[in-house]
């Protein structure tokens, strides 16, 4: 079965800063790789999505995220950090099961704060 | 955002009672899910839906149903509600299709089991 490990249960940066959330996965195979951002009281957004091709993916908010196979993982970047950017990232992987379903697994979070 | 709603968006009930918990969408998508989101564990799949009266259980399924009987509705229902099913509640839908293109989320619902 796979699993999601997000190693970094609370990251502070200052607003201006880099940042960078890890994602750690293991799998036999290459999986689907999602990040998720959750603002407080809310759901879950899709941030970026990884399947197949340039390893390099860049999607909403100003957010990338490389997936390198020889660490199987996934990490979450931005160069700059804005004070709106505070929330919790999910990293999920998902593959196909023989049924042919998809089957999503979630990482524990990652919080991060912002400061001035 | 896509159009996924979740009923009621909070409830407080008594151990011991049944509670449904409903999930709406209007995107006609295939798939959908139930979730629950406690501290320290992430999000955890409860029961999935493939299609109409398709169903198959997640990784935390003891103690739920589900029942999928039109395509724009997914119950997920406690029996008998106990207190470790206190959580937040989130349903989400994927479409189907030839690749895995990620899910979208509902609201969530608070759930208190006294």
């Known amino acids: 079965a796979q699993s999601v490990t997000q190693p970094d249960i609370h990251i502070t940066v200052s607003e201006g800063a880099s940042l960078e959330l890890r994602c750690n996965y293991s799998y036999g195979a290459t999986p689907y790789l999602f990040w998720y951002v959750q603002s407080p009281g809310q759901g879950l957004q899709l941030l970026l999505k990884?399947?197949?091709?340039?390893?390099l993916v860049q999607g909403i908010k100003g957010f990338e995220a490389e997936f390198k196979r020889s660490q199987s993982s996934f990490n979450l970047r931005k160069p700059s950090v804005h004070w709106s950017d505070a929330a919790e990232y999910f990293c999920?992987?998902?593959?196909?099961?023989?049924?042919?379903?998809?089957?999503?697994?979630f990482g524990t979070g990652t919080k991060l704060q912002v400061i001035p | 955002d896509a159009g996924i709603t979740q009923s009621p968006r909070h409830k407080v009930t008594e151990t011991g009672t049944p509670v449904t918990l409903r999930c709406h969408q209007t995107e006609n998508h295939r798939y959908m899910y139930w979730y629950r989101q406690d501290p320290g564990h992430g999000l955890r799949l409860i029961h999935y839906s493939y299609g109409v009266k398709d169903t198959d259980k997640g990784e935390v399924s003891d103690g739920y149903s589900v029942s999928r009987s039109k395509t724009e509705d997914f119950l997920l229902t406690l029996e008998s509600a106990t207190s470790s099913q206190t959580s937040v509640y989130f349903c989400?839908?994927?479409?189907?299709?030839?690749?895995?293109?990620?899910?979208?989320f509902g609201p969530g619902t608070r759930l208190t089991v006294l």
């Open positions: 999920a992987v998902a593959v196909m099961n023989s049924g042919g379903y998809q089957k999503v697994t």
């Open positions: 990884y399947f197949s091709g340039d390893t």
């Open positions: 989400a839908i994927s479409e189907s299709g030839t690749g895995v293109v990620g899910e979208s």
